[in-house]
């Protein structure tokens, strides 16, 4: 045998080895997050009326509110997906391809843009991301939701939507990078 044939052996090992550390370690991120939430709230039969959307775009993923590197890897939360957002005057309906996230007006707390939300990071404030409340097992658990839109004309709208929850603090933001209205106008 060849030196050409065990170097491509060796790589294509070292490559299986690679991947299947990332899966074990995907898999050890959601067992380790099932405590944050216990299921996500399901779609009512009448969301109420449509009050902007729907929009297109790419749902970027969601994190623990406050760590815009805590990914949440719990579906259908934990991966990329193309979707479609949609508010409605009872929520968010967040249609994705594994399924719909809906996210009640009672536990929303707003919608806001930043530049940076699970290890995406988007010049001038590109994501547009819902902050929302879901119930846990010890209580609620604060949850950023990012979206990119095709369309970012429409961002201003969507910002203006407040929900009824309390995120817990006296400040909206924390301090991951992001970029405010005032700084895309």
Known sequence: MSQQFWTVVVVLAVFLAIV???????????????????????????????????????????????????????????????????AHTGGLAL???????????????????ESALANKVVPGGGLLVARWRVAGREGHTVIDSGFRADDKDTYPRWEALRGYADDGSDEQHTDSPRSSTEENQ
Do not use: F, K
């Not at 449509?50 to 993923?61: A, I, Q, R, T």
């Not at 719909?100 to 707390?109: E, G, K, S």
């Open 20 to 86: 299947g550390l990332m899966a074990v370690g995907w898999r050890n991120r959601q067992s380790g997050q099932e405590d944050l939430y216990d299921d996500l709230p399901t779609p009512p039969g009448d969301p109420g009326e449509v009050v902007l959307g729907p929009l297109g775009g790419v749902y970027v993923g969601s994190t623990v509110a406050g760590d815009w590197q805590a990914r949440v890897a719990r579906p259908p939360l934990g991966h990329r997906s193309a979707g479609t957002l949609t």
């Open 95 to 113: 249609a994705l391809a594994d399924g719909t996230v809906w996210i009640p007006r009672a536990d929303l707390v707003g919608v806001r843009r």
